[in-house]
């Protein structure tokens, strides 16, 4: 941890566990107030569980049963997206989703879902028939029957929304802290983490650890989170078919989640999946033939012209589902201090801007939140030289020749970009880090070009042998020994 003695015990008077797009986004709300924060994350980087490997969807909110938290957060989180988008510079695009009917029983429950929106409060909603189906989305399946519209759905990149929270909230005065798996929680006033990277003290622990938050709770006593491990299979496809779908469309859903969908993402590639499975092992993020298999032969039902052989990689994410169904936000009965954000399954990324402001009320109640002086919600724009036209690329490299260096051919992504992206607040620490923050590495070729130098500019910048730069922290090395 930057700037703590050894053995030195730091106090905070909020811990936040798991840097996720909640946590991340739950932190960057608490830096607006005259409070310590702290953002606790086990692995090498923010964003590395289910955040990293999800939809990538801003659902509408007709999905959730009335009532219910999911409903109301989702509903209110899709609405605040656009603007968090904005004042953190990050991609959205507002394309809307469609589900779709492929029998007269199938529209059926697209009507039910039209009046569980109305009920939840969704704008743009309607249904729609055969016609005007293949008129706004041409490469629809001719089975298709009809549809439910939902004109405020969007998607998101997931990663770089929580990258970009979190750097926010390390501006306003978060410490970030990597490398730090909470082992167990001692409560004598405050808490005391018992962590990775040394004890931490804290009087109000907010648990926002993904499928791990059943797990730290039950360290202060709470065993009242039942939470099943879902695996979803998903394959991303190249940009050069990313065109194959205008929304995001979903197949009727059933209740293992909504089904197989394929989506455009925002940075133009096409996504197909996921999978829904029922796993012991929370860390299971392996791909499977069989997984595979579905995706591609439920994704045809939908749109017909989809092609494996299009993919450019596949994975595997596994969310934390409730057993309650539904979203578990309150203080904990057995330790008064300690705040539950747990089951956040989708539409978890959706509600997250909603959550993160529940959060704070219910915080308010116990503890002073007075605004800070000077305080920016606004994150600068990372320099993005794939988007720049010709002048403005010449003027950036007459200010650095490093961003006239392509390291990245496949996303036209730069030296300087990557340098901005280690020397960054809560900045990239591995290959995997530069690559969700800059692309480098995420297009056709999944880093085969690009790859050595990106080890090599890391190892420059944070000053460690190249033998010592992982791929995504711990033990995940890409170099082991010099050879010449």
């Not at 990538?56 to 988008?85: F, R, S, W």
């Not at 909603?354 to 109640?365: D, F, G, Q, T, W």
């Amino acid at each position: 941890m930057f700037g703590r003695k050894k053995g030195e015990i730091m106090t905070y008077d909020v811990a936040i566990v798991g840097a996720g797009v909640v946590g991340g986004l739950i932190a960057r709300e608490l830096s607006r107030f005259n409070i310590s924060v702290a953002l606790l994350e086990k692995c090498n980087d923010m964003a590395m569980g289910t955040t990293k490997a999800n939809s990538a969807i801003v659902h509408g909110g007709y999905d959730a049963q009335p009532g219910t938290l999911k409903a109301k957060l989702n509903v209110e989180g899709t609405a605040l997206m656009p603007k968090v988008c904005e004042k953190l510079s990050v991609p959205f695009k507002n394309n809307g989703s469609l589900v779709v009917a492929f029998s007269e029983s199938e529209m059926e429950h697209v009507k039910v879902l039209y009046d569980r929106g109305i009920k939840n409060g969704v704008p743009g909603l309607s249904v729609i028939d055969r016609d005007e189906l293949r008129r706004i989305e041409p490469n629809i399946s001719e089975s298709a029957v009809g549809a439910l519209l939902c004109e405020s759905a969007g998607i998101v990149c997931p990663y770089e929304l929580t990258i970009a929270a979190v750097e926010n909230a390390v501006v306003n005065g978060v410490e970030f802290i990597r490398n730090c798996r909470v082992q167990s929680i001692e409560q004598n006033g405050d808490y005391t983490l018992k962590t990775t990277a040394g004890d931490i003290k804290a009087k109000f622990i907010i648990n926002a650890a993904g499928n791990y938050s059943d797990k730290l709770a039950s360290m202060v006593g709470d065993d009242s989170i039942d939470l099943v491990p879902r695996k979803g299979e998903y394959y991303l496809l190249d940009k050069s078919v990313g065109g194959l779908a205008v929304h995001t469309i979903f197949q009727c859903p059933n209740e293992m989640g909504k089904g197989i969908l394929v989506t455009p993402t925002v940075d133009g590639n096409l996504l197909i999946g996921p999978t829904a499975k029922n796993i012991d092992d929370k860390g299971d993020t392996t791909t499977t033939s069989e997984g595979l298999r579905e995706i591609v032969e439920k994704a045809l039902k939908s749109v017909p012209t989809v092609s494996p052989r299009n993919a450019i990689t596949s994975f595997a994410g596994v969310r934390a589902h409730p057993v309650c169904d539904d979203f578990i936000i309150g203080w904990c009965e057995k330790s008064e201090h300690f705040l539950n954000v747990a089951g956040i399954e989708s539409p978890g990324l959706s509600a997250s801007p909603a959550i993160a402001l529940y959060v704070r009320e219910i915080l308010s109640e116990k503890l002073n939140l007075t605004e800070k002086e000077h305080y920016s919600d606004v994150r600068k724009a990372p320099v993005r030289f794939r988007h720049m036209n010709d002048v403005e690329r010449a003027e950036l490299i007459k200010k650095n020749p490093a961003y006239g260096r392509i390291v990245c051919r496949c996303e036209t992504v730069t030296e300087g970009e990557i340098i901005d992206a280690i020397r960054a607040p809560a900045g990239a620490r591995d290959v995997d880090g530069v690559k969700r923050r800059t692309r480098a590495g995420m297009g056709r070729c999944q880093g085969g070009f690009c790859g050595s130098k990106v080890v090599e500019i890391l190892s420059r910048e944070l000053a460690v042998p190249m033998n010592e730069v992982t791929k995504f922290g711990g033990e995940s090395k890409i170099i082991y020994e010099r050879t010449k």
